[in-house]
Every structure is written in structure tokens, then in C-alpha cells.
């Protein structure tokens, strides 16, 4: 079993900056792609960015999201730079090896002025 941890949500305006935190726990190993999605009120969940434990990453936006991760750690980021309000969702933790698939809680988001 793993479970995964976020931190580092909240209020941000526009233009702003917020790094995520996904601490993993249990039985996790490099072989997982860790990733990070986002579910707004009313929409469905929709991919953020994932990273390979070999660092091979994918983003639905290189520009302002970047995802890293610190596998003696077990934790994975998202740094989110230049934040709109339609950034403003919960942010989920993802943790994916072969068919086995593990989410977190959720970190709130909030982009507002």
C-alpha cells in the first residue's frame, strides 16, 4: 500500500507563485510515476504533469508548472509560477506503477485577488 501527502496549497493571487509538496509513504520505489492532477468545482480531474523515477517528464504546461521529484525523499513537487484563477482547483498527488494506482487527499488551490 502507499499513501501520498500533499501540502503547500492556498490563497495566491494572480501572477503569483505556490510549490507542492507529495510526500509518498509504504511500499513506493522509483518504478512509480508520480504525477499531479486537478479537479475544480463542477469540472472534471485533468492531468497537471507527471515524472518517471529515471526524471522523464510530461506537463500540460511547460512554461509555468514544473514537476520534480526527490526520490531518496519519496516526495515530488510542483512548482506553479504566473498562477490564474482558472489554476484554482484541488490538487491531487498521483502515484502509478503498472496497474496499481494511489491518490492523496488534495491540496486546495486558490487564485484570487
Same mark, same amino acid.
Given at each position: 500500500?502507499?499513501?501520498?501527502? !500533499?501540502?503547500?496549497?492556498?490563497?495566491?493571487? #494572480?501572477?503569483?507563485?505556490?510549490?507542492?509538496?507529495? !510526500?509518498?509513504?509504504?511500499?513506493?520505489?522509483?518504478?512509480?510515476?508520480?504525477?499531479?492532477?486537478?479537479?475544480?468545482?463542477? /469540472?472534471?480531474?485533468?492531468?497537471?504533469?507527471?515524472?518517471?523515477?529515471?526524471?522523464?517528464?510530461?506537463?500540460?504546461?511547460?512554461?509555468?508548472?514544473?514537476?520534480?521529484?526527490?526520490?531518496?525523499?519519496?516526495?515530488?513537487?510542483?512548482?506553479?509560477?504566473?498562477? /490564474? #484563477?482558472?489554476?484554482?482547483?484541488?490538487?491531487?498527488?498521483?502515484?502509478?506503477?503498472?496497474?496499481?494506482?494511489?491518490?492523496?487527499?488534495?491540496?486546495?488551490?486558490?487564485?484570487?485577488?
Amino acid at each position: 500500500q502507499v499513501q501520498l501527502v !500533499e501540502s503547500g496549497g492556498g490563497l495566491v493571487q #494572480p501572477g503569483g507563485s505556490l510549490r507542492l509538496s507529495c !510526500e509518498a509513504s509504504g511500499n513506493i520505489h522509483s518504478g512509480y510515476i508520480m504525477g499531479w492532477y486537478r479537479q475544480a468545482p463542477g /469540472k472534471q480531474r485533468e492531468f497537471v504533469a507527471s515524472i518517471t523515477g529515471d526524471g522523464v517528464i510530461s506537463s500540460a504546461d511547460y512554461v509555468r508548472f514544473t514537476i520534480s521529484r526527490d526520490n531518496a525523499k519519496n516526495t515530488v513537487y510542483l512548482q506553479m509560477n504566473s498562477l /490564474k #484563477p482558472e489554476d484554482t482547483a484541488v490538487y491531487l498527488c498521483n502515484a502509478q506503477y503498472t496497474f496499481y494506482s494511489h491518490w492523496g487527499q488534495g491540496t486546495q488551490v486558490t487564485v484570487s485577488s
